[in-house]
């Protein structure tokens, strides 16, 4: 076992009663170990099922193509939302100082950068 899991992944995974590598005791078999691998896998999962968008997972999972996030962790998109999650909060409204509007103009949530 190497140092890195057996001095900081495995108390993680311990501590949130994951499974842990362990070898066999009079007591109990050995044990298989949750890999960093297998981690991956969960995140993909819980991005997907929360409605992260999978361009966006692909691209922290490195993929080469968006295709291999389809073809792999398709499954868990929610199929009401397609993955198009919106985290972004509405614009605000202009500052009475900014430009407003003619009366006959009808309200709307875009603010003029420039002009």
Sequence with gaps: MDAWYRTIL??????VGLPASRPATA???????VRTHDLRHIFATM???SG????????WLGHGSFVLTLD??????PEED???????PEPSAPAASQHTPAADTPP???IQLFG
Excluded: C
Aim: aromatic share 8%.
């Design 10 to 15: 495995k108390p993680a995974l311990e501590a």
């Design 27 to 33: 007591d109990q078999p050995a044990q298989l170990r």
């Design 47 to 49: 991005q997907l099922s």
């Design 52 to 59: 992260v968008h999978f361009i966006q997972v692909s691209k």
């Design 72 to 77: 792999t962790y398709g499954d868990w998109i």
């Design 82 to 88: 397609g993955g198009a999650m919106n985290n972004l």
């Design 108 to 110: 709307s949530n875009v």
